[in-house]
């Protein structure tokens, strides 16, 4: 990590965090029994190695390939020009395979929090068509919502307090695999 944070706990261990996501994996092949019409969108950016490990065990599940993509609902968001100057300013779809009209999507991300990111994300699959449906799941529920907004698949639901973070590290991003409770120094 980074930033000016000191590590609280580990809410996750790599080998935690793979069960965690075959637990997902199978409440998403449990919601939707074929895997047709199916495509997983990762968040950027850690949502989109989370959205490739479900989209693979899927696979395995339904014993064929489902339609993966990555989205960055950046310039989406609703505080997009009170936040810190992005280097780039220039909409990155990482990967969009198909089409998301009449599709069931599967929203990838790893920790919810005020929900503000996920209704920029659906915005952005909006604007690409009309999916059938829009299911939302996340490694890690911290709560403190801002927006109603749930997750139809969760790994973890921890309490947060005001100065803490939930910190998802994943590999090829990070070093390691494993999810961690910081306290916020400010």
Known sequence: MKDNCKRI???????????????????IAKMHPKAENLIVLGMASRGIPLAKKLSERLSQKFGKPIETGSLDATFYRDDFHYRKKAASTEMRFTEMPTSVEGKTVILVDDVLYTGRSVRAAMQAILDLGRPAAIRLCVLVDRGHREL?????????????????????MIEPIDNENSVYLVEVEE
Not at 9 to 21: K, V
């Open 9 to 27: 706990q580990e809410l996750l261990s790599a080998q935690a965090m793979e069960f965690a996501l075959d637990e997902m994996a199978a409440k």
């Open 148 to 168: 109603p907004i749930a997750p139809d698949c969760v790994g973890l639901t921890v309490e947060t307090a005001a100065n803490q973070e939930v910190r998802v």
